[in-house]
């Protein structure tokens, strides 16, 4: 299982509308066949200069880059993402084992 994680801050000059659809399309990512638990959320925390998050899961490395190579990944990256977002980090997480603790 791999959880892609992205958090980010758009452009600060970016008119609501345009914000609105860069999230819109950004959505659409959740129908690229592999893409598990896809979810947008609005950061709260005063503590992260970012204002948004995409997380989503992936069952296997395969999935994850089929996703990654998707041209609709590439088309919103290139279209939007490249043009729209000020900053951003990127994560992706592979769950620990649990430990035995005797």
Not at 23 to 38: K, P, Y
Request: with cysteine.
């Amino acid at each position: 299982m791999i959880e892609h994680t992205v958090t980010f801050r758009l452009k600060p000059n970016l008119k609501p509308e345009v914000a609105n659809d860069f999230l819109q399309v950004a959505s659409e990512l959740a129908n690229i066949q592999g893409v598990r638990e896809f979810a947008i959320r609005r950061q709260v925390s005063p503590k992260c200069a970012h204002a948004f998050g995409i997380t989503m899961k992936f069952a296997s490395q395969a999935e994850y880059d089929h996703y990654s190579s998707h041209p609709l990944h590439e088309a919103f990256v290139k279209n939007y993402w490249l043009t729209h977002v000020e900053d951003f980090q990127e994560a992706d997480f592979q769950p620990l084992e649990a430990r035995n603790r005797t």
